[in-house]
Structures are given as C-alpha cells and as structure tokens.
C-alpha cells in the first residue's frame, strides 16, 4: 500500500467508523469492497435498501423541491417523482440529507450526470459555491527527485466540460481548499493551457488567462500560475527554460486543465500507462455533504480507496 493510503486511513476512523451510504448494493465490485471495508475497520458500509412506506416522504420533497420548474420542460411529473422516490440512488442521497450517515459513494453503474444530478436536488452545494466540480487524486512514483511518492490533483475530470474563465477560478479553489483537507501540504496550483505565458494564442489560452485573473483577485495569497503548459508546471528544468520567473518553478501538485476532456484523458492516461500510480475519484467537490462518484471501470479496492478518502472528510459527529 502506498504512503498517501497508510496515511489516510487513520484520519478515516479516528473517533469512530464513518457510515458510508452505497446505493448500487447489486455489483459485485460494491460488494466485495464493503466486504473488505468492514473486514479492516475502515468504514462502515451502509446497503441502501428502500423502505417503501418512507420513500412516499421522499416522494413529496422531490415534488417539493422541483416545483418551481412546473410548466417547463423541466417539470417533474408524479409518476417519475414516485419512480425516483424508489431509486436507491435518490433514496440514499435522502438518507444523507437527513444525517443518517456520514457520507456516499456511487457510480459504479450510474453515470456521473446521474450521481450528481441526485446530489445537487437533495444534498445541495455547499454554502457560497456556484460551480460543483471534481477532482482525481493521482498518487505517483517519484519522478521528480526526492525519496516519496507524489499526490497530484487534477480537475475537473468528470462534471464541468467546458468551464467559462469564472468556473475555472472556481474549479481551482475547491480543489485547494479539498486538498488542505485531504493531503495537507501546501496547494501549488498551474492553470494548464497549450500555451505558456503567451506564446500560443486561441479562445482557449483567453478562457484561462482570464481565469488567473480571477483566482489572484479572489486568492491574491495562493501559489499559482497560468496559462502555463503541464511540462513546465511539472519539471523543474523545463520551467527554468520556459518560464523562469513562475512562482511555481516546475512544482505544481494541483493540475486545472481547461476542459473536461483534457482533464478525463489525463487522468486515465496516467493511471493506465504510469506503473505504480493510483488515481483516487472523481471527489466531488463543492457538495454539501461527502460524496464520491466512481469510475464505472474502478475495481473493488478503487472503491475502498474511495470510501476511506470520503471517510477521512467526514466531519466529527456531535
């Protein structure tokens, strides 16, 4: 196991064993994952099983919560109220809005639209977010000097796809912020483009140029740089050629890229061809409540890193 996990899983369980909601109880990958979640005391893996009685509550808080759309396109009707009233997915996110578990995990099947869309109607984002994003943790063979591992994050890879500059700003402080909470270190953040303090030109290079602007008004403290290219975030010597007075100096550990795209690719590209890495997520981030969408290709320990990184957001019951 590596160092960033053994680290983690101590903050995981500190108190006491975090209720972790897993709606798709029918894939053996979930099964096999809360098999070793419970065997290592790492979390304690809740089936969502529907109460029909209790589900005509639900029922009438989503009619609730979506009246406002009635008479447009949006509109939910009863009939499908009712049917997502008896969807594990929804029925769990209204088990964690009532605060009868720590957290939730899924997507294992359901898609990433599917997951979030459930989440944003009845967990909602956290106080003064406009842009729910997330973020892959990739823990790394050394590559860079050193003697540790390395834990980069990389967003948004799974919910905006094209960020307008504002969301690009947002999508980079959820990521610091989520990271002082997971990791700990100090956020060094590289706003990616295929372009590096103007030496390309397009939409895109604008689109993120804008978006430093927005970040260094919004966090004139935080370590970052943009539009920069990824090998002279990453490499010490390349920076030193490129961009010899970034703040960064080739020692990025929180990757923005600028779009989804490019964001997925990369991250699946890493952890597929870099031997020894470990991608942990997508981490959604700006939630109300901790909540992990899966990769429907994550196996069943992909899922118990999940759960023990959700597990290790969990704030202390009271």
Not at 139 to 163: N, Q, S, Y
Not at 195 to 211: F, R
Request: charged content about 25%; glycine content about 6%; hydrophobic content about 45%.
């Amino acid at each position: 196991m590596n160092d960033f996990l053994t680290q983690l899983r101590p903050r995981a369980t500190q108190g006491y064993l975090r209720k972790i909601l897993l709606p798709e109880t029918g894939d053996e990958r979930i099964q096999e994952a809360a098999r070793i979640l419970k065997d290592e005391k790492l979390a304690e893996p809740v089936f969502v099983e529907v109460d029909e009685k209790r589900s005509q509550e639900l029922e009438k808080l989503l009619l609730e919560i979506r009246s406002p759309k009635v008479g447009t396109k949006d509109e939910l009707s009863p009939e499908k109220a009712r049917e997502l009233a008896l969807d594990p997915l929804y029925y769990g996110m209204y088990l964690l809005r009532l605060g009868e578990a720590d957290g939730l995990v899924a997507g294992a099947v359901r898609t990433t639209a599917e997951v979030v869309r459930a989440g944003l109607w009845l967990i909602g984002k956290a106080e003064g977010i406009q842009t729910v994003s997330s973020s892959m943790y990739m823990v790394l063979p050394v590559f860079r000097g050193g003697d540790k591992e390395e834990i980069f994050t990389f967003a948004d890879c799974a919910v905006v796809p094209e960020p307008t500059a504002e969301q690009l700003a947002d999508i980079a402080i959820a990521s610091v912020d989520a990271r002082s909470l997971v990791v700990g270190d100090e956020p060094r953040v590289a706003l990616l483009s295929y372009s590096t303090h103007g030496s390309g030109a397009g939409l895109s290079v604008d689109t993120v140029k804008n978006a430093a602007e927005i970040l260094r008004a919004r966090r004139p403290k935080l370590l970052f740089d943009g539009e920069i290219q990824a090998d002279a975030a990453l490499i010490p010597s390349i920076a030193q050629r490129k961009t010899p007075k970034s703040s960064l100096a080739g020692t990025a550990n929180i990757l923005i890229f600028p779009s989804l795209d490019s964001a997925n690719i990369a991250y699946k590209l890493v952890a597929n061809l870099i031997p020894g890495s470990v991608a942990l997520g997508p981490i959604l981030q700006g939630m109300n409540k901790p909540m992990s969408d899966l990769s429907r290709g994550a196996s069943a320990k992909d899922i118990v890193n999940i759960v023990t990184l959700i597990a290790s957001q969990c704030p202390p019951r009271i």
